[in-house]
């Protein structure tokens, strides 16, 4: 049982660069999403899902897009990387009424 | 005013001392509590949730306040390793699980 497992753990990106976050869990919990951390702006939505195939932006959704396709999968994609994107990116997943369970999260600097 | 708010700390406690701290949610309908803490860059993890009657867990007790709008969490013989920071997390259960976290009380427990 490994939990929330995201990849890559850090990452380096050029401005105008693609690139997606993988975000995987084998807890068969039914939400999952993705947040940012900034310093001083404590931890913000970027998308949510209630299960496969149901999406829902959060608080900071533009500049990225997501799919769930699977219950176990919840990838992030930046579609054009812009500095303001430099965060640390957390995945998390639960059950309905419980707490989150967060994955260690992937550092991304963009240049 | 912010969904979920915190005073930023840090608070510097004697190691073996008492120390708590408030967090004030602004949306009457929120309807589950947590607290999370946060290690230097490391994922948040759930530390304990919150329920109506007040809970303990070990040295951590937990108190929500629905008529005043506000959870606690105090910290008993306070330990060197309970230096971190503390989130506030607050579930609109109607949205679909979709917590909303307070920006941190950052605790130093100190020799």
């Known amino acids: 049982n490994a939990g929330v497992t995201q990849t890559p753990k850090f990452q380096v990106l050029k401005t105008g660069q693609s690139m997606t976050l993988q975000c995987a869990q084998d807890m068969n919990h039914e939400y999952m999403s993705w947040y940012r951390q900034d310093p001083g702006m404590g931890l913000r939505l970027i998308h949510y899902?209630?299960?496969?195939?149901?999406?829902d932006q959060g608080e900071v959704p533009n500049g990225y897009n997501v799919s769930r396709s699977t219950t176990e999968d919840f990838p992030l994609r930046l579609l054009s990387a812009a500095p303001s994107q430099t965060s640390v990116y957390f995945c998390?997943?639960?059950?309905?009424?419980?707490?989150?369970?967060f994955g260690s999260g992937t550092r991304l600097t963009v240049v | 005013r912010k969904e979920v708010e915190q005073d930023p700390g840090p608070f510097n406690v004697p190691e073996g001392a008492t120390v708590a701290f408030n967090c004030t949610y602004s949306?009457?309908?929120?309807?589950?509590f947590f607290w999370y803490r946060q290690d230097c860059r490391k994922e948040p993890k759930l530390l304990m949730s919150v329920y109506s009657s007040g809970n303990e867990d070990g040295r951590f007790t937990a108190q929500l306040n629905r008529a005043s709008q506000y959870i606690s969490l105090l910290i008993r013989d306070s330990k060197l390793s309970d230096s971190a920071t503390y989130l506030c997390?607050?579930?609109?259960?109607?949205?679909?699980?979709?917590?909303?976290f307070g920006g941190g009380t950052r605790v130093l427990v100190k020799p």
């Open positions: 899902s209630v299960g496969a195939g149901i999406t």
């Open positions: 997390v607050v579930n609109l259960m109607a949205a679909g699980n979709k917590l909303t």
């Open positions: 998390a997943s639960s059950r309905q009424g419980t707490g989150y369970t």
């Open positions: 949306n009457s309908a929120s309807q589950s």
